[in-house]
């Protein structure tokens, strides 16, 4: 079946380390990629996308992801995490005329 | 301006009950969605309407009935609530044209005991 992984459910970190968060896909041909950011209490908000071009993509606060085609993968990553980074983080997936799927998200704690 | 907007944000309710919560977003977007998040986060695609028209319909029971009157708007109506009901139920929109990103309400949390 067509879906979208995400192997980390739970990840817990100090401030300043690095983060990846892996995010996986099994869609064939064109998709457009999302990360979606949740804190707690508070709805979606977007962190960053990629439809084409530089398969390295920046969002917002720092972090950033890496579209790799051959892989299926849309890896999310932050060399220095925050406490305020703390958060559910979902990897998201339009297959090109079809509707948005979302992983089943990874928790990250971060500890001062 | 709150972009994508629900109301209302939190409902108590029992079982049995009919409940309804209302989304409207001022994006000028063509297409509505309403996702269900369950006690471990996972979100699930329920309904999407592109200009008032159903285009996506999950496998939701039939005691969940969405209704969009205009392109702006899209209400979700649940009958006869039961305990699995209890979620977090967001709205989002966006072009159905695109790169579909989608933008989100704030959430409707629904507590059915």
């Known amino acids: 079946a067509q879906s979208v992984s995400q192997h980390n459910h739970h990840v817990i970190l100090s401030e300043a380390a690095s983060l990846e968060l892996g995010c996986n896909y099994s869609?064939?041909?064109?998709?457009?990629l999302f990360w979606y950011v949740q804190y707690p209490g508070q709805h979606l908000q977007l962190l960053l996308k990629?439809?084409?071009?530089?398969?390295l993509v920046k969002g917002i606060k720092g972090f950033e992801a890496e579209f790799i085609k051959s892989k299926f993968s849309f890896n999310l990553r932050k060399p220095s995490v925050q406490w305020s980074d703390t958060a559910e983080y979902f990897c998201a997936v339009t297959p090109h005329t079809d509707k948005l799927i979302f992983g089943t998200g990874t928790r990250l704690q971060v500890f001062p | 301006d709150t972009a994508v907007s629900q109301t209302p944000k939190y409902l108590v309710t029992q079982m049995g009950n009919d409940k309804s919560i209302k989304c409207e977003q001022n994006?000028?977007?063509?297409?509505m969605y309403w996702y269900k998040q369950d006690s471990k986060k996972f979100l699930k695609i329920m309904f999407s309407y592109n200009n008032k028209e159903l285009i996506i319909n999950e496998t939701v029971p039939n005691r969940f009935s969405p209704k969009s009157p205009d392109k702006a708007h899209l209400n979700l109506h649940i009958n006869s609530l039961e305990l699995g009901d209890s979620a977090v139920y967001f709205c989002?929109?966006?072009?159905?044209?695109?790169?579909?990103?989608?933008?989100f309400g704030e959430g409707s949390r629904l507590t059915v005991l």
């Open positions: 869609y064939g041909g064109t998709v457009n």
């Open positions: 994006l000028g977007h063509d297409t």
């Open positions: 990629y439809f084409s071009g530089d398969p």
């Open positions: 989002a929109s966006s072009h159905i044209q695109g790169s579909r990103e989608l933008f």
